[in-house]
């Protein structure tokens, strides 16, 4: 797994140790198994000052032992998608009684920002912003279940889906309305996308939600100088609300979600354990024949 993941302990006496891991995606999963089998995980990852920027990490997790606090984000994993995000926050909650479960909208930097270290020091500044597509409706990425993407209304009475694996559409300010003049149009979205933006430029309005984490989140009214910002975090339902051309296909959040994840979470802890196995394993050479 080449997936990297920053995990920040902070233990007792408020000293913190850095791991980096590689198994980013699904890392969610991973939290099912509770405090101490994820705690057990970690040793041999150890690498104090190695800090992922956050273009690089993928996921990052925190767990403050004393306050019985855990932040995490993720780019993929069950978490991430709009059918399994509820229910899987659920079995995080149930996993870790009593601690306290939170998402970071800002990666990295706020897992520095916790323990007191300069945020700034994981903002990649050199990279040039790349600028998300958009997709056709019969796009094969809008296909499947959960496919992702960037749903974008405008009160105009358009919508469009632009891909989520780029820089988050919102960050590019007003030039996004100049871009989505020549988008391709979709009569609504019913898909279970997993980040959303809706505009009204009579009113100089924008609310846009993910559940991703996305750098620099709570910067993005500076990108948008005029405009009224509102960051609804995870609250999709507050897209549906604002415009009825979004509208997610019906999902199953009960009992068959929560045994689907439950289920992958068993499959990763096996692969991971025949890794450990294949690992471990004793090298054998053949006896060497004596000469007669």
């Known amino acids: 797994m080449g997936d990297r993941a920053n995990v920040i302990v902070v233990r007792e006496d408020g000293t913190h140790e850095l791991y980096r891991t590689g198994w980013a995606v699904g890392i969610d999963l991973d939290l099912l198994e509770g405090p101490t089998p994820f705690l057990a995980m970690l040793p041999g990852l150890r690498q104090d000052g190695w800090w992922l920027d956050d273009t690089m990490a993928q996921g990052g997790i925190l767990l403050d032992l004393g306050r019985k606090a855990l932040l995490f ?58 600028s998300a597509p958009f997709l056709a409706p019969d796009d094969e990425d809008l296909a499947g279940p959960d496919p992702g993407g960037v749903v974008i209304t405008v009160s105009t009475g358009r919508c469009h889906v632009a891909s989520d694996a780029f820089d988050h559409p919102v960050h590019e300010g007003a030039a996004l ?31 846009w939600w993910s559940l991703y984490s996305s750098p620099q989140a709570y910067r993005v009214p500076e990108v948008w100088p005029g405009w009224t910002v509102e960051f609804w975090q995870d609250a999709w339902e507050r897209h549906v609300r604002a415009d009825d051309r979004f509208s997610p296909a019906a ?42």
């Not at 079995?91 to 909208?105: D, K, M, N, Q, S």
């Not at 979205?189 to 809706?198: K, Q, R, T």
């Not at 199953?252 to 991971?272: K, P, S, T």
């Not at 294949?278 to 090298?283: E, F, K, L």
């Open 177 to 207: 309305l100049d871009r989505l003049a020549d988008a391709p149009g979709h009569g609504g979205c019913h898909l279970h996308v997993n980040s959303g933006i809706h505009l009204d430029p009579e009113r100089r309005h924008l609310g």
């Open 73 to 130: 984000f993720a780019w993929e994993g069950p978490s991430t998608e709009l059918g399994h995000r509820a229910a899987m926050f659920e079995l995080i909650r149930a996993a870790w009684p009593g601690w306290e479960v939170r998402w970071l909208y800002d990666g990295p930097a706020e897992l520095r920002e916790y323990v007191g270290l300069d945020p700034e020091h994981v903002r990649c500044r050199d990279s040039d912003p790349s």
């Open 251 to 292: 999902f199953d959040a009960g009992e068959e979600a929560r045994a689907a994840m439950l289920a992958e979470a068993g499959e990763r802890r096996a692969v991971r354990a025949r890794n450990r196995a294949q690992v471990t394993r004793p090298q054998t050479t053949p006896a060497r024949s004596e000469a007669g």
